[in-house]
């Protein structure tokens, strides 16, 4: 079995708002040089229902994390693999980094595509930056395959 989990880097929001300010002409929150960036909790959820999964049904299951976003964003796959993600696909275009969730939904999908076969992708509720909530469900609409949103369980069959 083969899982595609995506996984996106975030401000921390420990952290956040005691140091963003707003830029008002971008409509975007600014952050100081260095702030620190940490994987998405939802996305660590799905992630650890990946795990959860290869658990249940053994060491057959590969784990791919995929995450999209500046150089800064190959943490978050360095820590999945540190949590046990057999490898990770990192998606590093400049143009992509102020993309909205329509293009990272594409460019996730391609990087999926890329992969081969997948039997599960997972995703996160939400990003816990814009709390949109709309990639994974575009990834699925893209890739042509079925989804669930705002699981509360996963279980391998």
């Known amino acids: 079995m083969r899982i595609a989990v995506l996984i996106k880097q975030v401000p921390n929001p420990d952290a956040l708002a005691a140091v963003m300010s707003v830029d008002e002409a971008a409509c975007r929150i600014k952050l100081?040089?260095?702030?620190?960036?940490?994987?998405?909790?939802?996305?660590?959820?799905?992630?650890?229902?990946?795990?959860?999964i290869r658990d249940q049904l053994g060491t057959d299951v590969k784990i791919t994390v995929i995450t999209l976003?500046?150089?800064?964003?190959?943490?978050?796959?360095?820590?999945?693999?540190?949590?046990?993600?057999?490898?990770?696909?990192?998606v590093l275009d400049p143009a992509l980094d102020e993309a909205d969730s329509h293009v990272t939904a594409h460019a996730l999908a391609a990087a999926i595509r890329k992969l081969g076969a997948v039997d599960l992708v997972l995703a996160g509720r939400q990003a816990a930056d814009w709390d949109?909530?709309?990639?994974?469900?575009?990834?699925?609409?893209?890739?042509?395959?079925?989804?669930?949103?705002?699981?509360?369980?996963?279980?391998?069959?």
Do not use: N, W
């Open 69 to 90: 976003g500046p150089e800064s964003a190959r943490t978050v796959i360095k820590q999945a693999l540190a949590l046990g993600a057999d490898d990770g696909v990192h």
């Open 32 to 52: 100081p040089p260095g702030h620190p960036l940490v994987a998405s909790p939802f996305d660590e959820q799905a992630l650890e229902a990946a795990l959860r």
């Open 132 to 157: 949109a909530g709309v990639v994974g469900l575009g990834v699925a609409e893209i890739l042509g395959l079925p989804a669930v949103s705002f699981a509360s369980a996963i279980e391998a069959a």
